[in-house]
Nanobody, 121 residues
Framework: EVQLQASGGGLVQPGGSLRLSCVTS????????IGWFRQAPGKAREGVSC????????WIADFAKGRFTIFSDSAENTVHLQMSALTPDDTAIYYC??????????????WGQGTQVTVSS
């Protein structure tokens, strides 16, 4: 059974940093792409970043470039999203998801439960 467990969210002040983690199980880690998505209240879900652990190719949304970094730990079957210079616009529930094609295409086949990120002073 494919499972994803997202964690690391919380309350942070503007300009602060957080590291989100997505621990995966139930599949061969290198076979799937793993992405981070977010959904703010009243807004559509949007892609944040994605990585293919096999070759560590990454994709990152324009709003996250220069602030967010995605990386994988194959030993721990975990994908991390390091976020810095956070602003209130980054407030959302962040989800991780797999893409079984192994390509970052902006979709998601299996989803984690989400972790809340709140950026506020």
């Amino acid at each position: 059974e494919v499972q994803l467990q997202a964690s690391g969210g919380g309350l942070v002040q503007p300009g602060g940093s957080l590291r989100l983690s997505c621990v995966t199980s139930g599949f061969t880690f290198d076979d799937y792409a793993i992405g981070w998505f977010r959904q703010a209240p009243g807004k559509a879900r949007e892609g944040v970043s994605c990585i293919t652990p096999k070759d560590r190719n990454t994709w990152i949304a324009d709003f996250a470039k220069g602030r967010f970094t995605i990386f994988s730990d194959s030993a721990e079957n975990t994908v991390h999203l390091q976020m810095s210079a956070l602003t209130p616009d980054d407030t959302a529930i962040y989800y991780c998801a797999t893409e079984v094609t192994g390509i970052c295409e902006g979709g998601g086949d299996y989803w984690g439960q989400g972790t809340q990120v709140t950026v506020s002073s």
